[in-house]
């Protein structure tokens, strides 16, 4: 009979019937087919009731197409025992590792009476029924009850304490009491009846909490152990576990520990070498209860001993009372100390750029390593690589070389192709082989039917469209493929006045790089016969690859620049060929400011087009430093379409600190462009995915740079942009005056929300330290006029400055702190987090010697009262004499 037939017929008592009547067997492959939500209740019969084993029918019941609920455990159960199957069990097992299918496997265990699979996602599945039986009456049965008779409970309880991360799944509440904490309450009272075993659970929460996990996955356990409340003589048992929390365990953990430890009997030289950790953590609370325990000892030099180490802390109400306790130590006073200056390593040289891809192999790598993140792969290598060997590879529409190569273009010259023969038929194809197969059908094919171009997208600078063109060129597709790529290039390439000026939210300096990638794109696949004019990509006839043996801007460095005397070895390469327009104007971009008189004569006598670009370039000194002016940008009111919600509009910041940038007189139309305008707006959010190209564009003008990524950094402070600031050490490796937008970006930087984006702003902080182009006053300013504004929040930057300080630049923080104090100090209220700034300061001035003026210290410091603020103000005001 065909029971495929019956089930598609949706016939159950047919199916059942023949399945009873020991049918033949069906084959896994028979099930190869989609079943609707009718069909799956027959096939999941017709798979264990026909199939041979365990294994076969667990790999049918995993589909997705096969739903597995609790409704199907009964006509299970029934044909698989009038079948005589003996493997329900195992089959059970086989299941068990989603929580989706856990009613069905956990009725077929209950039904089998079989011990339960211990995964993690059967752990999962067994709290989530726990918290929300699937059978309605059980609801209303205490969970305290139910727990009682449930057959999985010895097994799977000890895996709560096993699984990380599993906390977070024990704090729900009873929908029916509101019992909160449900669960870890009826476990308490489990063990107070003799129901589960005290000592067990205990010492599973004990191990959970020693083992360590997410701060919010055991603050469950730490509910739990106060739910079983231990007794004295449980926690002195165990005061070796307690011990251990109390010295490296998360705070709130610590603090428990403690508590229990209060109350019982610990031997003294266990308190006193666990307090010699204790007494230097940042929690205040902890270290003044465990001073309070120490002072209670009897006195004696070991416990005098331990109590001064908390003479050092950070804190100075602990400093004090550790001095009051000790009696011996000396009053507080400002160290002398022998003026000193930052101690950082010097920077390293970076690192130059790697060798040109020299093969297809090689490509197909370097393509597979972009396409997995475009954002941060190896696109200028890439391009190099796809342009240089487009010169010895058929290209659709590029003229093909007949010479044969000089001897001087067989030698090896940076930016030089070795060869520029014709092609045999295996190399015409080994170009499109190295691109089209991860590129045609895992990227371009998916943003051709999503219509992902990157136009009035979420995402304004998407450069998607544009490296597909690059790639599609690349992978040699159909004449009419072409044609509807060149259509899409069309929509990135339209300009206005000029080809540089943005669209939007898209700064001129993100146009280059998609212009770059639409010319390149164009003329691999049209050889310059069909001029894309609007764009500037006009060239003479045969303007194609063959010949152009690499691009002239592919960096030498692995901050971007070009090293001036490779560029005109390219240049020379490239004989009487013209440039590419935006290549030659990229490559430009990346020398190093400054007139080279020695070599632009060397480049003028070359004699072509590309060496009189250069030798002008050379003697004119280059692109010119723009200037920048701070302006400070407000919200624009909410119009209708601009937002989807009033809330997202009142979440974004009502004002910015930005930077306007203007060109100097005199320069030329494509730099002037480049360099004029106010980049971005309140609402402007950049992100790293495309932004982490931009310093390698001006690998000498990190300025420029930072005042268009200066929206993307703010971000990351008032709008908890993720990975905001993580462009800023790419822009501290960079070189060129950093005018007023890159303190502004590394003070935005500092007081980011997320704890990856204040890293990234440190490492900037000590490069621009190390190599001497920090303005720590610049920086200062912006950070304490922002926070007394309530842009910034001072807890944010307190923690990375402490750690520059630490990490060996005292004297920066402390020219830091001396500009931002005066902005925070005079506002009418001084900002949350002041007075531990204050602290800061007095321990980098203590340690550096360096005297600073602090306008408004003094002030601060004669106001009436001891609150914290008056206090440290007038430790600073003494140790900055």
């Known amino acids: 009979m065909n029971f495929l037939k019956l089930i598609d017929g949706g016939q159950t008592d047919a199916v059942v019937e023949a399945v009873l009547a020991a049918s033949p067997t069906l084959t896994r492959e028979q099930f190869d087919r989609w079943w609707n939500s009718g069909e799956a209740p027959l096939a999941v019969l017709a798979a264990v009731g026909l199939l041979p084993t365990a294994a076969k029918t667990a790999q049918v019941l995993r589909r997705r197409d096969i739903a597995l609920d609790a409704a199907a455990v009964g006509p299970v159960v029934t044909v698989a025992r009038a079948r005589g199957i003996p493997w329900l069990t195992d089959l059970a097992h086989r299941l068990g590792d989603s929580a989706e299918r856990w009613d069905f496997v956990a009725g077929l265990l209950h039904a089998e009476n079989a011990a339960p699979p211990t995964s993690e996602a059967f752990v999962q599945g067994w709290l989530w029924e726990l918290d929300f039986p699937h059978i309605p009456r059980q609801r209303s049965v205490p969970l305290v009850d139910r727990l009682r008779t449930d057959p999985f409970l010895p097994a799977l309880l000890p895996r709560i304490f096993e699984i990380d991360g599993l906390g977070t799944r024990l704090l729900f509440e009873s929908r029916r009491s509101g019992i909160k904490h449900v669960l870890l309450d009826a476990l308490a009272q489990l063990c107070a009846d003799g129901t589960l075993d005290r ?74 070498d666990a307090s010699r950790v204790v007494l230097t953590r940042p929690e205040k609370t902890l270290v003044k209860k465990q001073l309070t325990w120490l002072g209670k000892l009897a006195r004696s030099p070991e416990v005098a001993e331990v109590i001064a180490v908390a003479a050092d802390h950070p804190a100075p109400e602990i400093r004090d009372r550790a001095r009051a306790l000790t009696g011996a130590l000396p009053a507080p006073a400002v160290a002398v100390v022998t003026a000193r200056g930052d101690d950082l390593p010097a920077p390293t040289r970076p690192a130059d750029a790697p060798p040109p891809i020299s093969d297809v192999d090689e490509l197909r790598e370097e393509v597979a390593l972009l396409l997995r993140d475009l954002s941060a792969g190896p696109l200028e290598r890439v391009l190099d690589g796809i342009v240089r060997l487009s010169a010895t590879t058929s290209v659709p529409g590029a003229a093909r070389s007949t010479s044969v190569p000089s001897a001087a273009q067989s030698t090896s010259v940076p930016g030089a192709a070795r060869s520029t023969s014709v ?72 300009a206005h006045e000029h080809p540089l000026q943005g669209r939007g939210s898209v700064p001129p300096l993100h146009r280059l790089l998609a212009l770059r990638l639409a010319e390149i794109s164009a003329l691999l696949t049209y050889g310059g016969s069909r001029p894309l004019d609007r764009a500037g990509l006009t060239l003479p006839a045969g303007g194609g690859p063959v010949g152009y043996h690499g691009l002239l801007a592919t960096p030498t460095s692995s901050t971007g620049a070009i090293d001036a005397t490779a560029l005109y070895e390219r240049v020379a390469a490239l004989g009487d060929r013209a440039p590419w327009r935006w290549d030659l104007f990229q490559a430009f971009l990346r020398i190093a400011p400054g007139i080279d008189e020695p070599l632009a004569t060397r480049a003028a006598a070359l004699g072509t087009p590309a060496g009189d670009a250069l030798a002008a370039r050379l003697r004119a000194g280059g692109l010119p430093q723009p200037v920048q002016e701070e302006v400070l940008v407000e919200r624009r009111p909410n119009k209708t379409g601009r937002f989807w919600q009033d809330e997202a509009w009142e979440r974004l910041p009502p004002w910015r600190l930005l930077t306007r940038t203007t060109a100097p007189p005199g320069t030329d139309p494509d730099s002037e462009v480049l360099l004029t305008g106010i980049v971005g707006t309140v609402e402007t959010s950049y992100h790293r995915s495309w932004t982490s190209y931009w310093p390698a564009l001006l690998p000498h003008h990190r300025g420029l740079i930072a005042a268009a990524a200066l929206p993307q950094v703010a971000s990351a402070a008032d709008s908890d942009l993720r990975d905001g600031a993580a462009i800023l050490p790419l822009l501290a490796e960079c070189a060129g005056d950093g005018g007023v937008a890159l303190p502004t970006a590394v003070a935005y930087g500092l007081a980011a929300r997320h704890p990856q984006d204040r890293v990234a702003a440190l490492d900037a902080f000590l490069t621009l330290a190390a190599a001497g182009t920090l303005d720590p006053a610049a920086v200062g300013s912006s950070l304490g006029r922002l926070a007394a504004r309530d842009a910034l929040k001072p807890s944010r930057f307190l923690e990375p400055l402490r750690d520059a300080a630490a990490a060996g630049a005292p004297l920066s923080v402390w020219r830091v702190l001396a500009a931002a104090l005066p902005s925070m100090l005079q506002a009418p209220k001084p900002p949350r987090g002041t007075p531990d700034l204050l602290t800061l300061a007095t321990e980098t001035a203590t340690t550096t010697g360096v005297r600073l003026d602090v306008d408004g210290l003094a002030a601060a410091a004669a106001r009436p009262g001891g609150g914290r603020l008056v206090t440290e103000a007038r430790r600073l005001a003494g140790a900055n004499t």
């Open 199 to 272: 000592a067990t659970v205990l010492d599973g929460t004990l191990d959970r909490l020693v083992r360590g996990d997410r701060p919010g996955a055991l603050r469950a356990f730490v509910v739990l152990h106060d739910h079983l409340a231990p007794t004295r003589e449980e926690v002195t048992a165990r005061a070796g576990d307690y011990l251990r929390l109390l010295t490296d365990a998360p705070g709130n953990v610590a603090a428990m520990a403690q508590k229990a430890l209060l109350g019982a009997d610990v031997e003294e030289f266990a308190l006193l």
């Open 423 to 494: 092609p045999s038929a295996a190399q015409s194809t080994s170009l499109a082989g190295a691109v089209q197969p991860t590129f045609l059908a895992g990227v371009l094919l998916p943003m051709l039917e999503t219509g992902n171009f990157g136009r009035d997208g979420w995402d304004a600078l998407c450069l998607c469209p544009a490296i597909g063109g690059v790639l599609w060129a690349a992978a040699a597709p159909s004449a009419g493929a072409r044609a509807t790529w060149l259509g899409k290039l069309g929509e990135i390439l339209r």
